[in-house]
């Protein structure tokens, strides 16, 4: 008998499926929950997935609105990505990163082709570790140390990722990696620089020049920015000011970085974010989307004059699973799914759909503040009162949002509600029907809102 035998389970290391309870319970028991204290995770059960839709095991179907983490871009379970991964599991699984592979040079040239820009890719497993690797090239090429971030940012869990991090999740991971200079967004929480774009704009980067100077541009070697922030608000950055940006860091010798985990591959309309600003940077990082979270990849593009500075000089940085070919052979596939089948187009076309449903719930409903969205990238804002304040407290809460997430997950629709907002980020294959189907369901919780709105 073999061990596994023994335990009580199959050869086939299969075992027969559990109740759902059981199932819940040991999950909780025996693992760990990101973000969260363990006792009070209450989990969804998922037992499969196709297309825009979650199955729990009784088979109940939930509307994925929010791409799970803003990620499966393509939808669940496409039959084209699936059998591209079992192809590459048949032909080379895993070698160390010092080789050359059949599915490193396809895929390579087909980034070169689709990233406005980027001559070389280094890739990793997730957007946390290309952020990390950006940031040390950065400090690599330039010899310099300080890293620029914006408050109302995200850009991973680890500790760097987390440094520059501007939201409250950076709090508990303080003291950590140094160098990092933290600056506002051009579009403030609780306040505006300007009513106007033009306004926004030149108060903004007035502001951010000063900051630069206070701290040394000789100092700085790189700022990052979310192209389009993500879970801090879906903020779009005021018209302009990204090539102003990127004339301001020029003038100083100091790299753009773009954080495009969340907004790349296809989520705006466009296949990267900074398209939509004519604007390329010095270095981009995607990840989520890069592969539609079929299997773990990230990856940190560089422009022409950083690549040929590493084929010169060494990278001092290495990752077990760097360049694995089954990351590579689902991001392959992924892509050309996207391409062939219209997603990125889709994504535009249903960004109008999303906008019309937006502005329709705003007329309607007292509570919302506003929608954004950009593509499929969007956000709902709830205010307490006429005069616009946020409905919870930044970083806190308020009973009527905890209670619109709860009837967003009875009425089967998976999003995230988070201070006084809710995104809307569906995967890129949705349909207009699917799309309305969830503002549907949005629609009638709303009234939630409007009942705790104060006049």
């Not at 999950?27 to 973000?35: A, L, R, S, V």
């Not at 192209?227 to 860091?249: D, Y």
């Not at 990840?287 to 590493?310: D, M, Q, R, W």
């Not at 005069?387 to 009875?410: C, Q, S, V, W």
């Amino acid at each position: 008998m073999s061990k596994s035998e023994y335990l009580g389970y199959p050869n086939d290391y299969a075992g027969e499926p559990m109740p759902t309870d059981e199932m819940v319970r040991l999950c909780k028991q025996h693992t760990m929950y990101t973000w969260s204290a363990g006792n009070s995770v209450d989990p969804l059960p998922i037992a499969r997935a196709e297309g825009v839709y979650l199955y729990t095991p009784e088979g109940k179907r939930i509307l994925d609105f929010n791409a799970q983490l803003m990620s499966v871009l393509i939808g669940h379970a496409h039959p084209k990505v699936i059998a591209a991964m079992k192809r590459q599991l048949d032909e080379l699984i895993f070698v160390y990163p010092q080789t050359a592979t059949q599915v490193r040079a396809r895929l390579a040239k087909l980034m070169h082709e689709v990233v406005p820009g980027m001559e070389s890719f280094f890739f990793t497993l997730g957007g946390a570790e290309a952020n990390e690797n950006a940031i040390r090239m950065a400090r690599l090429f330039t010899g310099r140390n300080k890293i620029l971030a914006r408050y109302r940012s995200y850009h991973g869990g680890t500790n760097l990722t987390m440094m520059l991090t501007g939201d409250p999740r950076r709090w508990a991971s303080e003291p950590g990696s140094p160098g990092i200079v933290h600056v506002m967004d051009p579009t403030p929480y609780n306040y505006s620089f300007g009513k106007t774009d033009e306004e926004r704009c030149e108060a903004h980067l007035t502001y951010l020049e000063e900051v630069i100077q206070y701290e040394g541009p000789h100092t700085i070697a790189a700022m990052i920015v979310e192209t389009v922030t993500g879970t801090n608000g879906v903020l779009v950055p005021p018209k302009g000011w990204f090539k102003k940006l990127r004339a301001m860091l020029d003038k100083h010798g100091i790299l753009l970085i773009c954080d495009e985990v969340m907004a790349g591959m296809g989520r705006t309309g466009k296949m990267l974010a900074y398209e939509h600003f004519d604007v390329v940077p010095d270095m981009v990082t995607l990840a989520k989307g890069l592969t539609s979270s079929y299997f773990p990849l990230g990856c940190v593009g560089v422009n022409s004059k950083i690549a040929e500075h590493f084929k010169k000089n060494v990278y001092w940085g290495g990752l077990t699973y760097n360049s694995h070919p089954v990351g590579l052979a689902t991001a392959e596939a992924v892509i050309r799914v996207m391409m062939d089948e219209g997603m990125i187009e889709n994504a535009a076309r249903m960004g109008k759909v999303m906008r019309d449903e937006m502005d329709r719930l705003q007329k309607k409903h007292p509570s919302v503040a506003e929608g954004r969205n950009i593509g499929l990238f969007g956000m709902m804002d709830i205010r307490k009162n006429s005069k616009g304040d946020a409905i919870a407290p930044y970083n806190g809460t308020h009973p009527a949002m905890n209670e619109l997430a709860k009837f967003f997950r009875d009425k089967g629709l998976f999003t995230f509600s988070r201070w006084s907002s809710f995104t809307c980020n569906p995967p890129l294959s949705i349909t207009e029907e699917q799309l309305r189907e969830g503002f549907a369901i949005i629609d009638e919780g709303l009234a939630i809102t409007d009942r705790a709105f104060e006049g």
